[in-house]
């Protein structure tokens, strides 16, 4: 069984910042590419990626989020992080931990966290 354990999100004033964490855990032989993905409100069919970073750390971003936010990752603690910076009212979505691991038993599979809100607002 594997289990990805989110947090960091909440409500921030335009201009803020969060920092997003996922804990993946369970029985992994290696946990590959992560990324966050998010579904704005309105949105519920639209989940869009955001950043995504390889095991050997080649990242790619968003267009709109280049230059505010940055992925990083700990391949020995099986974690994923999202720095986020300059936040704007738009970034405002349910942000949501993807990744693609290979099991103990040499099959590949991809899970996804629970979600965590984002809200920026005044």
């Known amino acids: 069984q594997v289990q990805l354990v989110e947090s960091g999100g909440g409500l921030v004033q335009p201009g803020g910042s969060l920092r997003l964490s996922c804990a993946v855990s369970?029985?992994?032989?290696?946990?590959?590419?992560m990324a966050w993905y998010r579904q704005a409100p309105g949105k519920e069919r639209e989940r869009e990626l955001v950043?995504?970073?390889?095991?050997?750390?080649?990242?790619n971003y968003l267009d709109s989020v280049k230059g505010r936010f940055t992925i990083s990752r700990d391949n020995a603690k099986n974690t994923v992080w999202m720095q986020m910076n300059s936040l704007k009212p738009e970034d405002t979505a349910v942000y949501y931990c993807?990744?693609?691991?290979?099991?103990?038993?040499?099959?590949?599979?991809?899970?996804w966290g629970q979600g965590t809100q984002v809200t920026v607002s005044s």
């Open positions: 993807y990744v693609d691991i290979a099991r103990l038993n040499g099959l590949k599979e991809q899970y």
């Open positions: 950043a995504a970073i390889t095991r050997g750390g080649s990242r």
């Open positions: 369970g029985s992994i032989f290696r946990v590959d590419a």
